[in-house]
């Protein structure tokens, strides 16, 4: 069959499948039409994989032997090479470092045609020879995606990119509704009492950048305050949960925490917050922000990235400065005291998202992009 007659392909390349990007990328296809689009997934990490989705993953193969740059990245783009050859996808649509430097490395060679790129954060963890990579080839790339305002400056300032080839599509979630389990299953669960309140994070705590070191010292001074609050970690701990339950011990706090670990059905554990914080340094537009306030939960979280963008501060919930941790305390204490306050907060902030952030909306500007690309082509 001639490929104008089949649906087109876009292949998703990626570092993971983890988190709330891969989650929002597996979210957002379900919208589509598959008579019209195909989305096909290759990614790096094989672990981290979102396995209750049935949608087509690869995986780059690890090399055995030669496992060091710059072998271990020949290794991945050569097989990076035969994968684009079998697929013959209309577009590669790349997220993260590696995966956008194989994207531009193949349209050199003529095995891409429309390469479409990502930005989910402000550049965090990528360092100046990254960067002189992305400058060298930045006129390859047909549209780059940015989460946020702040990422899409970031981008222009740091990777000096042709403003016409960059544009925002904020990122969205899907709407919260249904039966999410019984609540005082799940809290008894976890250990929490009838009167205990719930302060939740979800976050790769196993990422600095996250700041949940700052989120677990600022407990002590809330629960002196109020002595009914609990504090729920949810997200991947890897290397760094055990550094972080020895620093609860060492704060006197343990018998406040919960380390939740990664649970793939978050909704349910949303259900049982009273409040959703999230203490990162840097971010670009949190998925947890949207999830959080989609499920009618007031939220305190560091003023930074595209958090403002999301949040209005005293009105949905509270921005507070990035490492300030008196400022954080008060905002979490003074929700904490004011029941009304939360409730009204809440519903504040499911509307914004209802309206604003719905995933299937984000779905449709996607493909808008594709379709834009496919015919100036």
């Known amino acids: 069959m001639n490929r104008k007659d089949q649906a087109k392909?876009?292949?998703?390349s990626t570092d993971n499948l983890f988190g709330g990007t891969g989650a929002h990328l597996l979210h957002?296809?379900?919208?589509?039409?598959?008579?019209?689009?195909?989305?096909?997934?290759?990614?790096?990490?094989?672990?981290?994989?979102?396995?209750?989705?049935?949608?087509?993953?690869?995986?780059?193969?690890?090399?055995?032997?030669?496992?060091?740059?710059?072998?271990?990245?020949?290794?991945?783009?050569?097989?990076?090479?035969?994968?684009l050859s079998a697929k013959s996808p209309d577009?590669?649509?790349?997220?993260?470092?590696?995966p956008i430097l194989y994207g531009r490395i193949m349209k050199i060679l003529g095995k891409i045609n429309i390469l479409v790129e990502n930005r989910e954060d402000q550049g965090f963890d990528w360092g100046r020879h990254e960067y002189a990579l992305l400058n060298w080839t930045r006129s390859l790339p047909d549209r780059v995606i940015c989460v946020s305002d702040a990422v899409r400056e970031e981008v222009l300032r740091k990777e000096h990119l042709d403003p016409n080839r960059t544009m925002v599509i904020r990122n969205g979630v899907e709407i919260a509704n249904g039966d999410k389990g019984?609540?005082?299953?799940?809290?008894?669960?976890?250990?929490?009492?009838?009167?205990?309140l719930v302060v939740g994070i979800v976050a790769n705590y196993d990422r600095p950048i996250k700041g949940v070191s700052h989120f677990l010292e600022s407990i002590p001074f809330i629960v002196r305050e109020v002595p009914s609050a609990r504090f729920l970690v949810l997200g991947k701990?890897?290397?760094?949960?055990?550094?972080?339950?020895?620093?609860?011990?060492?704060?006197?706090?343990?018998?406040?925490?919960?380390?939740?670990?990664?649970?793939?059905?978050?909704?349910?554990?949303?259900?049982?917050?009273d409040i959703s914080a999230l203490t990162s340094l840097s971010e670009g537009l949190s998925i947890t922000i949207l999830e959080s306030m989609g499920h009618g939960i007031p939220v305190v979280v560091t003023n930074v990235g595209g958090n403002p963008e999301v949040v209005v501060d005293g009105e949905t919930g509270y921005l507070v400065p990035p490492g300030n941790i008196p400022s954080f305390v008060e905002k979490v204490v003074h929700l904490l005291k004011?029941?009304?306050?939360?409730?009204?907060?809440?519903?504040?902030?499911c509307r914004k998202v209802e309206t604003q952030f719905r995933i299937c909306d984000v779905a449709k500007k996607y493909l808008g992009v594709y379709e834009e690309l496919i015919d100036t082509a």
């Open 9 to 12: 392909r876009v292949v998703f």
């Open 28 to 83: 957002m296809t379900k919208y589509w039409d598959p008579s019209q689009w195909m989305p096909i997934f290759i990614s790096k990490a094989r672990k981290t994989v979102h396995t209750s989705f049935d949608v087509p993953i690869e995986f780059l193969p690890s090399p055995r032997l030669l496992t060091r740059y710059p072998f271990a990245q020949l290794h991945e783009i050569r097989y990076f090479n035969r994968y």
């Open 91 to 98: 577009i590669v649509h790349a997220y993260f470092f590696w």
């Open 182 to 196: 019984d609540k005082s299953v799940i809290r008894r669960d976890l250990g929490l009492g009838e009167d205990d």
């Open 237 to 273: 701990g890897g290397e760094e949960e055990r550094p972080m339950r020895k620093k609860a011990k060492s704060l006197g706090i343990d018998p406040f925490v919960i380390f939740a670990g990664y649970q793939e059905d978050i909704h349910r554990y949303y259900s049982i917050m």
């Open 338 to 349: 004011h029941p009304d306050l939360r409730f009204h907060m809440g519903q504040a902030g």
